[in-house]
């Protein structure tokens, strides 16, 4: 299969990618955690398919590099072959912006959760503690009372 062919089969891949890179920001907006756990598995396999890809990238440089020095692809493609080649790296290029958005949005949930949890085990533990002893010895009538009170 010629590289112009290959880049067709890639753009199709990187579009599938594109797409389900963003479903998978949606699935954690929502905290779809199961239409999260789903996409991994599709998303692995494309990311893997596109690695392919990439062997016939090096395989094309290889073989148009002039005096050890590896040549870019655009001058090498001509016509439609050549709006694909670029039409390829801008669909890849918002890939990679959709993974770093989900990366980012990722961490800063960890953060977040992470602070949560240092606030009610370390710095109030004796005070949640009293919190609750104090709660279950209270019924439901006395309980309103206390928070009237507060």
Known sequence: ?????QVEIAI????KLETLLTSEYSSLKIQDISAFQNIQSTKTDLL???QLFDQ??????EKHKVMGTPPKIEP???GDSRKNWIYLTEILSRCQTQHR???IYLDQKIKTTHNVLEVLTLTNQDHTTKLYNE???????TLGNIIDEG
Not at 56 to 61: E, I, L, N, P, Q
Not at 135 to 141: E, F, M
């Open 1 to 5: 299969m010629i590289f112009e062919e």
């Open 12 to 15: 199709a891949l990187a579009l």
């Open 48 to 50: 893997l398919q596109l």
């Open 56 to 61: 016939h990238k090096k395989d094309f440089v």
């Open 76 to 78: 090498f493609l001509e």
């Open 101 to 103: 958005k989900t990366e």
């Open 135 to 141: 709660s279950g010895k209270n019924t439901i009538k």
